[in-house]
């Protein structure tokens, strides 16, 4: 998957499922209800623990993730990504902080959260803030977590499906990661991803989207960590998040410890013992148990990645539309990948009128019509000849040059444009898959996040008539491009890992949308 995926360009992470199987000789309906009775006794964490039994079905599971869910217009999202399993021992303050100084945990839960904020800036008027981190501390494992909260006016059975799926179960960007998965899982997932939804009446009509009131709140659970039983087979499905500088030996550790809880549960390993509590006083309840996360040292950590974030995404977000671009209009290209959600949010609160246009559905009046085009991020090789993608993003980007109109290309599109200019595509050695770099951005030293696998790269010196290179004097890397009428970059300014995103967009539409 890392080679031939992430290598290829195919996106930033992928979560590969394996399955943990036996025969079941009880009655589904007894075992379920037996099950759903040890999770409640010894699983801790879990935002549902549920038992379904249905004809035929039968789903038993502690989900330690909210999908998503919607109550009196608030809609929360609740990434987590970063798996600590527990050693013998238990978890301290030692082997916990280890764990959250790892590079790869971290940058795992920074790109589903970048990754869901994409679903966020699309059912959300104010985009989302994030919250956190905070640590989910189950039985066995313990996760990092953030909250992204945002208001929404829109019926919940709309936010449900704007939502689908959760990048922590598949992968992202999500559209691609789900042809990944086609790929490389030989049998159906069934529930294992999904959500299990919950629809509640209100007893007001809130305020909804147009004319209608939403009538009902909405919580869904991930379906993970559950055991389904069909026809007496029992199946366990786990998965790992596989990022640029994964272990194999250590994602499957990890699926062992996410299924460790069910296959307790169900006693096909054994249960985990806990201290017994000691109350010396009988008439006194017994007392939590203490939480690493309240630790001085396990706060200070947590609490230091946020530093590397954009300062947009934490902080509460004016409403959009009195920026410095007001009354300008903005296109842009959706290449298959949700990030431009995120940029289109961003993009309004730079005062724009902005609309979002899949690449097949735009048409030539609608390219000419604009009065800025964004050409937008993309999976894939953007020298891939057989791809009707490539071949319509060059069309593209080749009629607004031709036109002198202005235009803006990010990530995927910026490697086009560049090759349009005459400057070789190559592979990077090592995929930029959610890294944050420090570049130079015309004289401008800009904190950036990068998910590319492909990059524009030009020997020391090279110069090309009316355009303007910025570019790594070590690699040649080009980060951004700029000339009359256009600007391009890279990196992911809308990304939570671009600390000077917002200042670098408005630099480069400035640059984009002056007159001749």
């Not at 960590?225 to 990022?243: D, F, H, K, M, S």
């Not at 400057?423 to 800009?446: C, K, R, S, Y």
Request: hydrophobic residues 40%; contains cysteine.
């Amino acid at each position: 998957v890392i080679a031939d995926e992430i290598g290829r360009g195919e996106g930033a992470n992928f979560v590969i499922r394996r399955d943990f199987t036996a025969d079941v000789d009880a009655d589904p309906r007894v075992a379920a209800l037996a099950w759903f009775r040890a999770l409640l006794e010894h699983e801790r964490g879990a935002y549902w623990t549920f038992a379904v039994v249905t004809d035929g079905h039968v789903a038993v599971g502690a989900s330690p993730e909210a999908h998503v869910s919607a109550e009196a217009g608030i809609v929360t999202m609740n990434p987590i990504s970063g798996t600590f399993r527990h050693p013998e021992g238990g978890a301290t303050v030692d082997n916990l902080s280890e764990f959250l100084r790892s590079t790869k945990e971290t940058e795992e839960l920074f790109m589903v959260v970048d990754e869901e904020l994409k679903m966020m800036s699309a059912v959300c008027t104010d985009g989302g803030r994030i919250t956190g981190p905070h640590l989910k501390e189950m039985s066995r494992l313990t996760h990092t977590e953030y909250m992204l909260r945002g208001s929404s006016k829109l019926d919940p059975r709309d936010i449900l499906r704007e939502t689908m799926f959760a990048p922590t179960v598949t992968g992202s960007p999500m559209q691609n990661a789900c042809t990944v998965i086609t790929r490389h899982e030989t049998t159906p997932r069934g529930y294992y991803s999904g959500v299990a939804a919950l629809f509640t009446p209100r007893t007001d009509a809130a305020p909804g989207q147009g004319t209608d009131a939403v009538t009902h709140d909405l919580d869904a659970p991930i379906l993970i960590r559950t055991a389904y039983i069909e026809n007496g087979r029992l199946r366990v499905p786990v998965g790992a998040t596989l990022v640029r500088h994964s272990d194999p030996y250590g994602e499957v550790s990890e699926t062992h410890g996410k299924a460790a809880g069910v296959l307790g549960a169900i006693g096909a390993i054994p249960r985990e013992v806990r201290p017994a509590v000691v109350i010396l006083d009988e008439d006194a309840p017994a007392a939590a148990p203490a939480r690493l996360a309240d630790d001085p040292a396990i706060a200070a950590l947590l609490e230091s990645r946020n530093a590397r974030l954009a300062p947009f995404w934490l902080n509460p977000q004016e409403q959009a539309g009195a920026g410095p671009f007001a009354g300008r209009r903005a296109l842009v290209i959706d290449a298959e990948d949700r990030f431009t959600t995120m940029l289109a949010h961003q993009l309004s609160h730079l005062g724009l009128d902005v609309s979002i246009v899949p690449w097949d559905a735009v048409t030539d009046d609608d390219i000419g019509a604009a009065e800025l085009l964004v050409s937008g991020p993309g999976p894939g090789d953007p020298l891939d000849p057989s791809s009707a993608r490539m071949a319509r993003l060059r069309e593209i980007i080749a009629r607004r040059r031709a036109a002198s109109a202005p235009l803006l290309t990010v990530c995927l599109s910026h490697q086009i444009l560049a090759s349009e200019l005459g400057i070789d595509l190559a592979p990077l050695a090592q995929p930029h898959q959610g890294l944050q770099l420090t570049v130079d951005v015309f004289g401008q030293p800009a904190s950036i996040g990068f998910y590319n696998t492909f990059t524009a790269r030009c020997a020391s010196g090279t110069t090309i008539a009316g355009v303007e290179i910025a570019a790594d004097p070590a690699t040649g890397d080009v980060y951004a491009l700029r000339g009359t009428g256009f600007a391009s970059v890279q990196g992911h300014l809308e990304s939570i890992l671009s600390r000077d995103g917002m200042s670098t967009l408005h630099q480069l539409i400035e640059w984009a949308l002056a007159p001749e």
